[in-house]
């Protein structure tokens, strides 16, 4: 492998020229959009503009943070860069309607994960080029930790190479919105899509948020109050995470008590049976296939857009013990 496959790059080895000249806009104003674009202007891109669709409930966010907002399709017509910040499973419907019958020519394509261009949802003419540029974390977390000096760690990689430049391009914009403080590595749009879509299904969301209602559950059932059930299992989960963070799976276990860790230990071994890689190659198969992606997507753009299920989970007993808790401790410490 070349040290460009392992070596990560940071600011000082990355020319700002690629993205400080460039006329940009960052299409949506959500955690991500906002966190770029406020990034991107202190690092000295001096020509950016929002662009929202109508109605769009950002505008006057965008405005306030001093920046001038536009149609997509305006947006399409005046930017060297695109970079399209809204929801994945917008991507089809904002590059079809608004931002390929009216792209500037030559003009570039940014997006933060792979999945509307590894899936196809984005199918870019000949002059564009097409990049991924990754900052592995929430979106508002950019921001945050951009303000602090650091950044989030940065991944990019190239799906179209119209100009020669795109790679270029790609690591000038992520060292603007911080990662070049921390490192930033290459990647693949499919690498990047995977590896998103599988960690937040069985690990950071949906097997985190699985284990902490069954537990809550249980533990109420064995006569625990909801109180002490949800610190147990929920209000917890921010410190080991910290620890993990900082230290590793290992500089956890090394930094809890050995009775915990004894459990746990057990506990783990009990839970990551076969069952459980069932489901792990259930959640894999459909990402690598296509299906998961075709579903949501078309659920996304049916007008159907998981309201039933947030509602459900807003009325589980978990969440009034969570409330009631958060009301507690926000009055103690005021």
Known sequence: MTPDTTEPLYTRDIDPGPITSRRVALVGYGNHG??????????????????????????????????????????????????????????????????????????????????????????????ADIILAAAKGPGGAVRQEFLKGRGLIGFWAVHQDASGQARALALAYLAAIGSGNVGIFPTTFREETVSDLFGEQVVLVGGMVALAKASFTRLTAAGVSERMAYIDCVHELKYLADLIQERGIAGMYEAISDTAEFGAREIEDAIAGPELLTVFDGAMEAIESGSFARKWVERYESGDRLQAERARDRALPIEAAGAELRSRLGTATK
Do not use: N
């Not at 965008?62 to 920046?67: L, M, Q, V």
């Not at 931002?99 to 933060?112: D, E, F, S, T, Y």
């Open 34 to 127: 906002r966190s770029h674009a406020l990034c991107l202007r202190d690092s000295g891109v001096s020509q950016i503009r929002i662009a929202l669709r109508a109605g769009s409930a950002s505008r006057a966010k965008a405005e306030a943070d001093g920046f001038e907002v536009v149609t997509v399709a305006e947006a399409a017509a005046w930017a060297d860069v695109i970079a399209l910040l809204a929801a994945d499973e917008a991507h089809r419907q904002i590059w079809t309607q608004d931002i390929l019958p009216h792209r500037k020519p030559g003009q570039a394509l940014i997006v933060c994960h792979g999945f509307s261009v590894h899936y196809g949802m984005i199918e870019a003419p000949a002059d």
